[in-house]
């Protein structure tokens, strides 16, 4: 079974521009997370999708969004780029929403903001 | 006070003995404890998951969770090199499916 699928694998941007990352999840699994990772502020959460809701979102601002489509697929957009938004973004399926589903996580995408 | 509590490390053990890893929760009302190990440049890995109270085995690992005291740990058994990463403890409230992180404890396996 194929694993999560976050595409581009890097990213390099300027400040001010937009992005969209992309996740495929496992097959068969309706929740899709996305998280920040960075050494100073380790994994944060972004927000999750089930079913093409948003059910959770984090404390970020409202220039990061995301969606999700009918066949599970996520988009991430993060507008007017920081050079603090310079992180490896992490997707991450589960089964179904709930705290009892465990979730598991693509190999991300490294952006670079210059 | 962070929610989820790891003690950074490095934790250095000898080929062969058991690591002990440690992690506290803020939130009396989680339910659901996650440990994942992380390679250097990799992503997260889950390794094990409990709910309930008491001890769970797998292979070489044991979760342990006390809710009264609001403590989780992971227990590595037989350490080898290859255990050598980050293992971070991750915790889920009431209100759903977000995960709360810890900081993560980097473990060194020397041969």
């Known amino acids: 079974k194929a694993g999560v699928t976050q595409t581009p694998r890097y990213l390099i941007k300027t400040r001010g521009q937009q992005v969209t990352l992309s996740c495929s999840p496992i097959?068969?699994?309706?929740?899709v997370s996305w998280y920040q990772q960075t050494p100073g502020q380790g994994l944060q959460f972004l927000f999750e999708y089930f079913s093409e809701t948003q059910r959770n979102k984090g404390n970020f601002p409202g220039r990061f969004s995301g969606r999700q489509f009918s066949n599970s697929r996520s988009e991430m957009n993060v507008s007017t780029l920081e050079l603090g938004d310079s992180a490896l973004y992490l997707c991450?399926?589960?089964?179904?929403?709930?705290?009892?589903?465990?979730?598991?996580f693509g190999n991300g995408t490294r952006l670079t903001v210059t | 006070q962070k929610e989820v509590e790891q003690n950074s490390g490095p934790l250095s053990v000898p080929e062969g003995a058991i690591a002990s890893l440690n992690c506290t929760y803020s939130d009396r009302g989680s339910q659901s404890f996650f440990w994942y190990r992380q390679y250097s440049g990799k992503s997260p890995e889950l390794i094990m998951f409990i709910y309930s109270n008491g001890d769970k085995e797998d292979g070489r690992f044991t979760a342990q969770l006390n809710k009264a005291s609001q403590y989780v740990s992971l227990l590595i058994r037989d350490s080898q090199p290859s255990d050598s990463a980050t293992y971070l403890c991750a915790v889920t409230g009431a209100a759903g499916n977000k995960l709360t992180f810890g900081g993560g404890t980097r473990v060194l396996v020397k041969p």
């Open positions: 991450a399926s589960s089964l179904v929403t709930g705290s009892s589903s465990p979730l598991h």
């Open positions: 097959s068969g699994h309706r929740s």
